[in-house]
């Protein structure tokens, strides 16, 4: 004969409560989280995603401005000279010194 155990059978809600629903095996309750900046209280509290700094744009290309030498360069004369001496090779630049390369 087989006795049977009272806690074997299915569970019965008991007095005022409801049966829970039951999540599937895996599934991990989403809870909301929050997104706060960097460094403040909020970035220590649970659940929450601290907001990334934002880009500085070091790597974008910038537009290069005119200056004489490119000017010089595309009509194709440089603003240098080789100066050939008996110590060796030298540059002679063709503007003064005092004299900027940028067009204006």
């Known amino acids: ?4 155990e009272a806690g074997c059978g299915p ?5 005022n409560r409801r049966p829970q629903k039951q999540e599937p095996l895996g599934h991990v309750k989403k809870s909301k989280q929050q997104v ?6 909020k ?3 649970k659940n929450t995603v601290v907001r990334g700094p934002p880009l500085a744009g070091a790597f974008k290309e910038r537009p290069t401005k005119p200056t004489a030498f490119r000017k ?3 009509r194709g004369d440089f603003p240098i000279a080789i100066e050939h001496d008996t110590k060796g090779n030298r540059i002679a630049w ?5 004299m900027p390369l940028t067009a204006s």
């Open 11 to 15: 569970a019965k809600p008991a007095g």
């Open 72 to 74: 010089f360069y595309e």
């Open 43 to 45: 970035a220590m509290m």
């Open 94 to 98: 063709k503007v003064s010194h005092g």
């Open 1 to 4: 004969m087989v006795v049977e």
């Open 36 to 41: 706060s900046d960097g460094f403040t209280v």
